[in-house]
């Protein structure tokens, strides 16, 4: 569809795991030879992709079934490079993405150690920097995630990665995978503050199926600039005030939402979008990844139109704090 009569979009929040069309991923999963547990293609599309009807019984699920592969597969600098790269050129053919943030965990793909962390990051710039070269409308960036199954001592080394490549091409910081026990946000809390000094943007995968506790810790302790979900804001009011207090814009995925069981139908996701818009809390829409369920940015829109929930005008009103939350700088 030609640039001109399509409008311009933004994702802020897209997991490289869940981004990447499965024919790429089929494609380098060949190329180095990794033995996959399905006989041809379409079985391998329906293993690491979701349809309207499947569903997730939570994010632990999803989890382990559809990341495992997709990890997996992009866990070597050429895979990561092609993935990243295939990801943001796509996004700007399919839906105009012209600013493109893009996010992984570096420490699940280099499988458990084998591989070297820089060289799978300096991967990840460059396939982004490919994709710049190709596409000079569009512009990109990484985020580094940390995980919330890792130990606090692997995630300040992922931390100290992202500090060291700032300066080409990594944007920000975020910690992601479901909430656990094992974990502390307190103890994670230095981190976000280290990161921030360093001038990374800072957002966090909070609020949303997890406690509400750990959210409103990450609203008034952390105030990190963008929250990946946080629709569990919805159930109080003063968390929503002091989101917009502290100037936190969410991340909002509507097609994950629903296929991770974390909204139970479109009814709530209506409830949600009309609680954040009453309470003047700033979202964005994004995918989550756009390949796994098989969504883009544009389906999102057409979705949430098409079932009354959003108008074109308060659309367009997310794609501008898109635009002014964005880690990447003019
Ligand atoms: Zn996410």
Redesign the pocket.
């Known amino acids: 569809m030609p640039q001109k009569i399509f409008k311009q979009h933004v994702e802020l ?1 897209s ?1 490289l795991g869940a981004a990447v069309h499965p024919s790429i991923l089929w494609a380098i999963a060949h190329r180095q030879g990794i033995k996959l547990p399905t006989k041809n293609y379409w079985e391998f599309e329906d293993l690491i992709t979701m349809t309207g009807e499947e569903k997730n019984k939570n994010l632990d699920q999803m989890d382990k079934q559809f990341y495992h592969w997709t990890e997996l597969i992009q866990s070597s600098p050429e895979a990561i490079e092609e993935s990243v790269k295939g990801t943001i050129a796509g996004g700007y053919r399919k839906s105009n993405i012209v600013l493109h943030e893009l996010r992984f965990n570096p420490m699940k793909r280099n499988r458990g150690g084998e591989r070297d962390l820089d060289h799978i990051i300096y991967s990840a710039l460059w396939g982004t920097e490919r994709a710049m070269l190709e596409y000079p409308q569009v512009r990109a960036g990484i985020i580094l995630m940390m995980g919330r199954s890792l130990s606090f001592e692997q995630n300040s080394i992922i931390l100290d990665k992202a500090i060291k490549y700032k300066s080409q091409g990594v944007i920000g910081i975020d910690i ?1 995978d479901p909430e656990r026990k094992t974990f502390s946000m307190k103890k994670h809390a230095p981190l976000f503050k280290k990161a921030r000094a360093a001038g990374l943007g800072v957002t966090i ?1 909070t609020g949303e199926a997890g406690s509400l506790e750990e959210l409103r810790y990450v609203v008034r302790q952390i105030k990190p600039d963008r929250i ?1 979900h946080g629709i569990l804001c919805v159930k109080d009011k003063k968390v929503m005030a002091d989101i917009v207090k502290n100037n936190i814009t969410l991340e909002i ?1 509507p097609t994950s939402n629903l296929r991770n069981s974390v909204l139970k139908n479109i009814g709530e996701l209506a409830l949600v979008v009309k609680t954040l818009l009453q309470n003047k809390v700033k979202f964005t829409i994004n995918t ?1 990844g756009p390949e796994m369920y098989k969504s883009n940015i544009v389906h999102e829109e057409e979705f949430l139109k098409k079932h009354g929930i959003m108008s074109e005008e308060q659309l367009s009103k997310c794609t501008a704090w898109a635009f002014e939350a964005s880690f990447i700088k003019k």
Do not use: M
Request: glycine share 14%; aromatic share 0%; with cysteine.
């Open positions: 929040h997991h992601a995968h990946g995925c989550d």
